[in-house]
């Protein structure tokens, strides 16, 4: 069963979180099997986003989703995990060029130097206007070194844009995909209302050694060991405090937001005209979700409905659709 388990270590200001994708991780893969399946490192940074998709939800407990994309200028076009609130999560990209069987996340989303990663909070309940936020990070480091992990990627991203310093490890197969999340916390005591400890970036003993011993986790430990042995394994020395672990109807799972309604309104965005070529050129409109293979289909008669259900709306409706 896909599983959260969190973790705090008494007496420093560390919490850790390690994520383990499985049946729902196997079922997502599933949806696109045989001609349609993604190139196999294609699937395995598919993996490794939607597991630090998932860390990073679990973390901020952000009331909507949370998009994680690669915009790439290589062979990978886009890759994007969504992750919300109930921990319902989903991944797909869109690849256009061959990849060598063991390409990296650079030959993926970086051939040219100029892939980026995104990090978009959607709030659920907007209020007019309000625009989702987005944070954006290149895929290099402070001195332009390429980065050749997703990991590196997010633990810039969170020291650039939330002042945090993090260490996390992320692996996916066929089976699995999990990752482990070490953050130091940003607020020191309770005593002290929400001050950040911002000049500890870096130099916090406590963080140092347990992100240490994070670090030396190798991904095959990772996906093969079940949770207790890992941190058992890890942090043996340490007083950690563990927590009911999020699981089942609590925990991550593989669910898709798709519905014959929003592809109405998509189809209501493109407009009568195009609709109407295609059912001229196919006698269908086919619109396949790219998330979960789901296919919705509409003909000449659906396109009426479609249509006058447009018409009728209040213009204003419309435009923010
Ligand atoms: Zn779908």
């Known amino acids: 069963m896909s599983e959260v388990h969190k973790f705090l270590f008494d007496g420093l200001p560390v919490r850790g979180m390690l994520v383990r994708l499985t049946d729902d991780w196997t079922g997502l893969l599933a949806r696109r099997e045989g001609e349609r399946a993604h190139p196999a490192p294609v699937r395995a940074l598919l993996g490794e986003m939607a597991a630090a998709g998932v860390l990073m939800q679990a973390s901020i407990k952000f009331k909507g989703a949370l998009l994680l994309q690669l915009h790439g200028d290589g062979p990978v076009r886009l890759a994007v995990a969504e992750v919300r609130s109930d921990l319902g999560f989903r991944a797909t990209a869109s690849v256009t060029g061959e990849l ?12 040219g130097g ?5 990090i978009t909070l959607d709030p659920e309940d907007k209020l007019p206007g309000q625009q ?5 990070v290149p895929l290099h480091g402070d001195r332009r070194e390429p980065l050749g992990r997703l990991s590196q990627v997010l633990e810039h991203y969170m020291l650039q844009s939330e002042q945090l310093d993090t260490r996390l490890v992320l692996a ?16 020191d005591g309770e005593g002290n209302l929400g001050a950040r400890n911002e000049d500890e970036i870096g130099l916090n003993e ?3 050694r347990i992100a240490h011993l994070a670090s030396t986790l190798k991904a095959e430990e990772l996906l093969g060991l079940d949770a207790d042995t890992i941190l058992r394994r890890l942090f043996w020395e340490e007083s950690v405090r563990r ?6 109807a609590d925990g991550p799972r593989f669910s898709c937001t798709c519905s014959r309604q929003r592809v109405i309104r998509m189809l209501q965005g493109l407009g009568r005209e195009e609709f109407d070529g295609l059912i001229a050129e196919r006698g269908l409109a086919e619109v396949g979700c ?19 259900a447009a018409r009728d709306q209040p213009p204003t409706s419309r ?3």
Do not use: H, K
Request: hydrophobic content about 40%; aromatic content about 10%.
């Open 100 to 111: 060598p069987p063991d390409a990296g996340l650079a030959a993926m989303v970086n051939a």
């Open 114 to 118: 100029g892939g980026r990663c995104s």
């Open 132 to 136: 989702p936020y987005q944070g954006v």
């Open 172 to 187: 996916a197969d066929d089976r699995v995909a999990a990752g482990l999340l070490i953050q130091r916390l940003p607020v």
């Open 206 to 208: 406590g963080y140092n």
């Open 243 to 248: 927590f009911e672990p999020l699981a089942g």
């Open 290 to 308: 790219e998330f979960c293979g789901a296919q919705y289909r509409f003909d000449a008669v659906d396109g009426g409905e479609v249509f006058t």
């Open 319 to 321: 435009a923010v659709q």
